[in-house]
């Protein structure tokens, strides 16, 4: 995996720019997700897409956990544009394209381009320009009189924990893996903090800030804490942050988009930057199914 281009010259890991950035259109049909279950920014476009009931609004393709030097690849071919790798709805889009194929992406069926690999941006535009497709009961996740507070805690989780993580697993300096690694334990402390008396990160009711930061507690243990070099604690150390992550993998859309044979499988396989071996490890044996503490 060739970071060099997203890596300054004192070691550390700066994420390439998103390259599509538009916005989808309220069109039922017409939109295809591409997503893998590895990943933790695609993985928040699946649950809140099972979540708001869009499943027969916006079609996904899971690509192949594993990714050769050609990039993701789908198994057999993608039936929405029969390509076999997404390289190639990324180079159909912008042929002068040179960065990393990455998911989560939105393609336009009608158009044939991609509309969108903007990860934080997806899962907001399902929230509101999709609203008019919400499935009846869907839960607001965006709701209006909290956006400030919700925007404002997200940039904070993924400062401090969901690109935390990445700044400590790819730092090439000691420097920068400390300075990365301390922020993600702040992080998680200031969480198990707030968990104190709430269900959820604004209270009763679920939000988005809850789906981003499932998706990196549910690699916490499994992939971060070892391959990452994010190990002065583990997630089962937390005992709110534990229970509620427990809470939401109860969730169908939470559980049912945790693949941690994919995620293991991808991180460990693929990054041979950091794991050249490429060998899986066993564990962790922990129980996901034990019921949240109340
Ligand atoms: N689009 C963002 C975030 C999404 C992202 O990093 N996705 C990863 C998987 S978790 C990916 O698709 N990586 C492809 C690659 O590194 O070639 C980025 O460019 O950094």
Redesign the pocket.
Known sequence: ?D?SR?TTDDGRFR?????FTDHITPEAGRYQLYA?L?????QRALIVRRLLGLEEVIGVTIVDPI?DEK??RFFGKDPVTGAAY?SELYLASDPSFT???????VWDTKANHLTT???PQITLDFETILAPFHAQGAPDLYPERLRAEIDELNDRLFHGLNNGV?KAGFARSQEAYDEAVGEVFRTLDFLEERLGGRRFLFGDDLTESDVRLYTTLARFDAVYHSHFKCMVRRLVDYPRLWSYARDLYRVPAFRETTDFDHIKR?YYV?QTNINPTGIVPWGPDVDWEAPPAR
């Open positions: 995996m970071l997203e994420r390439q720019p998103n390259r893998s590895a990943c933790p920014w695609a990714r990039g993701w997404l960065g990393r194929y990455t998911v989560p992406c690999n903007d990860y990445y991808h693929t």
